[in-house]
């Protein structure tokens, strides 16, 4: 079992940046790969960046990308959102997840491990 827990949304002007933090539990966060997935008022959840067991790959969404850097520290099994440049449009909840992963790559399938999520609102 892992548990994931969200912190570090807030309210920020356009422009600005916010660093999330997911902190993880569980005995084997360095075989999962970890993800960042964003829901907005009336929609639906989208992926919005992802990371491999030792961080060697990354992927991010069109709409994040060159703004938006994951990144994990399996030392103190969190994983990390850095945004810069932050858009009206990326106001949503934020929410951390986990994935399973035989080997160090992005999966292609469901995340079965999810964090309750945190508010990301950017002012216009």
């Known amino acids: 079992q892992v548990q994931l827990v969200e912190s570090g949304g807030g309210l920020v002007q356009a422009g600005g940046s916010l660093r999330l933090s997911c902190a993880t539990s569980?005995?084997?966060?360095?075989?999962?790969?970890m993800g960042w997935f964003r829901q907005a008022p009336g929609k639906e959840r989208d992926f919005v960046a992802a990371i491999s067991w030792s961080g060697s790959s990354t992927s991010y969404a069109d709409s994040v990308e060159g703004r938006f850097t994951i990144s994990r520290d399996n030392a103190k099994n969190t994983v990390y959102l850095q945004m810069n440049s932050l858009k009206p449009e990326d106001t949503a909840v934020y929410y951390c997840a986990a994935s399973y992963s035989n080997y160090d790559d992005i999966p292609g399938g469901k995340y079965p491990y999810w964090g309750q999520g945190t508010q990301v609102t950017v002012s216009s």
């Open positions: 569980g005995r084997t966060f360095s075989r999962y790969a």
